[in-house]
């Protein structure tokens, strides 16, 4: 039996709570916020569909354990704008102590409960606790889920871009030295380490994980739509997307100075859908964010129905474990240009479905967006073949991997 504990319940926690529960091997699993979809607090108006998002159909009720006293305030305090109490690292309801508050809940429960489980499955950063005490128990094998490769890795390569960008730095996420020495430390205790792509093993390789250790196990992609009539529209501007964060883990500075490059030989059409990390606090950013479509947040079915309509995604990530919105990209026939620091450049079959180029890149990035603007065959071949490479891998194969991963090792 294998105890999961998460904070939120990504859409791949909720694939292998499924896969787990209906081979009846989930002894529990343990959170922030997990509701009925009837519950009260799913119809209020400010915090609701954000409780919707915390409904969990793919366990029994009996399993489910729910510690909400830290992450409800985060939640309403973010939708009310008062950031200061959500401030990363340091705010009274920030994510960091979401996460310390539920791994200290689970360690507990493990203590506590008189029918222990084989396993545990915890994931990077948000595990150190219910790990010590599953080896003080002892006879419990610790798995771990490193969603965003080596933390270390990523700071490394952040540290780089305060000097070398620093016009941008507003926008560089603050990785506590909390949050890495916690993911060391897990590591260290951890007898099996899943990832979802080659860049995030090779991130750990990189900070002396052995590569035996180490299982990939691809995230999940939707079915590709072949209904959607792929074809771009001959002499229209090229639709260019960026869905993400407006962090500059994911390269976004290097998003706009290709398009400044390339909108100098080129029409292009840009939408840009995701938060902005600064909150209004980066000059340069709010400077590129007025030339274009911003939409600061958006449902899962308008995200697809944008792509629906777009012809490029870019993801120039500098330091990024996989990247979902690929492979929903994929699917919707999107062609895609992604850096080789991005794990779901592992989708990418080089001038076939789309590009990969180097980090902090932009010409590599401009060349391409100019060369599918003029030549709309390569840009038409593109767009079909990115349906015909979608949905390789599913939910379903993911979590039968990472269960293969973790039974055979047990």
Known sequence: ????????????????????????????????????????????????????????????????????????????????KWYRFTQRNVGMFCPENVYQHIDQASAHFLYRTPRKPSQVYGYDGKCLGLFKAARHIGGIALNYEAAFGSIAYACNVLEHEREANPAWRASIPNISDDTQRKQTEELALADRIIVASTFAKRTLGDHGIAADNISITPYGAPAPMLCHKVNARRGGRLKVMYIGALTQQ??????????????????LDVTVIGGDYANGRNP????????????????????????????????????EAFGLVVGEALSTGTAVIVSHNCGAADLIVEGVNGYVVPIRCAEAIARHLVDLAEDTQKLNELKHNAVLSAGGTTWESYAKGVMDAILCQS
């Open 284 to 319: 340069a950013l709010n400077a590129e964010l007025k030339k274009y479509q911003w939409f600061s947040s958006a449902s899962h079915d308008e995200v697809i129905q944008h792509l629906l309509e777009a012809d490029v995604l870019v993801l120039p990530s500098l330091a």
């Open 1 to 80: 039996m294998i105890l999961v504990a998460h904070p939120v319940g990504n859409q791949n926690v909720r694939a292998l709570l499924r896969a787990l529960n209906q081979r009846q091997l989930l002894h529990s699993f343990h959170t922030s916020l997990a509701l009925h979809k009837d519950s009260f607090l799913c119809r209020l108006p400010v915090i609701g569909k954000e409780c919707l998002r915390r409904t969990f159909d793919q366990v029994d009720g009996a399993l489910l354990h729910s510690y909400p006293r830290v992450d409800v305030p985060r939640v309403l305090c973010d939708k009310l």
């Open 250 to 267: 994911k390269g976004i500075s290097y998003f706009f100075d290709a398009l400044n490059l390339a909108a100098s030989s080129v029409a």
